[in-house]
């Protein structure tokens, strides 16, 4: 599952593309979301059954939709000028949803994020196929742990209460 704006440096045109690798798997990509690129992705979901656009829908039901997929996908392009100094807020979200997260190793993530995560080493199409293959392939206990302590470190450590925490310390100078 793929949810956010349809733009070319969230990677959306990527994760298309590698969708054409996937064609005998049982690996259906949806996507949420809209922007500029709505239309490519629309003709995408045309050319490829195995690709799903649902278009906007609120974010509650996008959170349901994140806990009952398998994989969420944020395939960012990691030198893209604009995720250079941007935060995906949609990685709580997805870590949230104790879904197995599928990533970009983007600036703002930090140590607490290596082991919570599955990683993109390499945005090409064929290369992200196999990777969201291979994962595909994982044991389910252990894929199923990596959603679940993904939740927990989101939980102990990135909440807005701990935030705010962590910034008051770092003010009266505890930090």
């Known amino acids: 599952?793929?949810?956010g704006a349809l733009t070319e440096y969230n990677g959306i045109l990527n994760?298309?593309?590698a969708m054409n690798y996937l064609q005998d798997t049982d690996i259906i990509?949806?996507?949420?979301?809209?922007g500029y690129l709505e239309n490519c992705v629309i003709e995408a979901s045309k050319k490829n059954k195995?690709?799903?656009?649902?278009g906007k829908i609120s974010n509650q039901e996008v959170m349901q939709?994140?806990?009952?997929?398998?994989?969420?996908?944020?395939?960012?392009?990691?030198?893209?000028?604009?995720?250079?100094?941007?935060?995906?807020?949609?990685?709580f979200?997805?870590?949230?949803?104790?879904?197995?997260?599928?990533s970009t190793r983007l600036n703002g993530y930090g140590?607490?994020?290596?082991?919570?995560?599955?990683?993109?080493?390499?945005?090409?199409?064929?290369?992200?196929?196999?990777t969201i293959s291979d994962i595909r392939n994982?044991?389910?206990?252990?894929?199923?742990n990596m959603g679940e302590r993904a939740k927990n470190m989101i939980m102990s450590k990135k909440l807005w209460t701990k935030q705010c925490n962590k910034i008051y310390k770092f003010l009266k100078g505890e930090e």
Not at 111 to 130: C, F, R, V
Not at 138 to 144: D, K, L, P, R
């Open 65 to 91: 939709k994140q806990r009952e997929a398998w994989l969420l996908v944020n395939p960012r392009i990691v030198d893209d000028p604009i995720t250079q100094v941007t935060f995906p807020s949609k990685t």
């Open 1 to 3: 599952l793929f949810c």
């Open 138 to 144: 994982i044991e389910v206990s252990e894929y199923q």
């Open 29 to 34: 990509l949806d996507i949420y979301g809209g």
């Open 93 to 102: 979200e997805y870590l949230l949803s104790g879904t197995p997260v599928l």
């Open 15 to 17: 994760l298309i593309d």
């Open 111 to 130: 140590k607490e994020y290596e082991d919570n995560m599955y990683w993109i080493e390499d945005l090409s199409a064929p290369a992200l196929a196999n």
């Open 50 to 54: 195995k690709i799903r656009y649902h």
